[in-house]
């Protein structure tokens, strides 16, 4: 029996993956998991209760708890819910909590989405379409100060290149599932593209791994 068709989309923080994860989702009519807002989750719940982020059994507890529709909290996609999210994120055991709730959605049998730093590399190297979605840092900066600005948060464009160099140290540096380029994904740098031209080079890829899955 054929797996399902899905889609991987990984990449670094504020690189155009998640609008290019949501249409690519919206084309094929599946749902999309972002990956982060687990871990955005677990740090903001971790916090909310008063507890150290480096309390590795603590945020452990936080995830194996946590269900998808805990996501949809706005307090989860701020500037500070990213910096915990990274914070977390370094816990081998807290990766290990969400993994299963990864692969479930991963395994659907209608296809599904999936946005992250290690979908294509850890969660589902069985894809069969995975884009690596990348930009210099100081795109990637300009484009998160200018949308936390237009939500109201008091940020520097300097601040925000100096947390993006760090998430991505951190994220491509730790012993878990690094954040990596799977050697099967095709790379898509956005830095000179605008948003819908991106997101049309996405399609096009995924097209043609559609192709292939298809003629298997």
């Not at 029996?1 to 609008?19: E, L, W």
Request: charged content about 30%; aromatic content about 4%.
């Amino acid at each position: 029996m054929k797996p399902p068709f899905v889609i991987t989309v990984d990449g670094p923080a504020a690189s155009g993956k998640g609008t290019i994860a949501s249409r690519l989702a919206a084309d094929h009519g599946v749902q999309m998991l972002d990956s982060g807002l687990l871990y955005r989750a677990v740090g903001g719940l971790l916090a909310a209760e008063g507890k150290d982020l480096d309390d590795v059994e603590a945020a452990t507890a936080v995830a194996e708890g946590l269900t998808v529709e805990q996501l949809s909290n706005p307090a989860f996609r701020t500037r500070a819910a990213g910096e915990l999210a990274s914070r977390v994120a370094v816990h081998v055991p807290v990766r290990n909590a969400l993994f299963r709730l990864q692969k479930s959605f991963c395994l659907r049998p209608e296809g599904a989405v999936l946005d992250g730093r290690d979908m294509g590399t850890v969660i589902c190297p069985e894809a069969p379409a995975k884009l690596f979605v990348t930009a210099r840092p100081e795109v990637r900066a300009e484009r998160r100060w200018k949308q936390l600005t237009g939500q109201g948060e008091p940020v520097t464009l300097e601040d925000i290149l100096e947390d993006i160099r760090k998430r991505d140290e951190r994220d491509g540096g730790r012993a878990a599932s690094p954040m990596r380029q799977a050697d099967d994904a095709v790379l898509l740098d956005t830095s000179e593209m605008t948003i819908d031209h991106a997101a049309d080079a996405a399609r096009r890829i995924v097209e043609a791994a559609r192709a292939r899955w298809e003629r298997s």
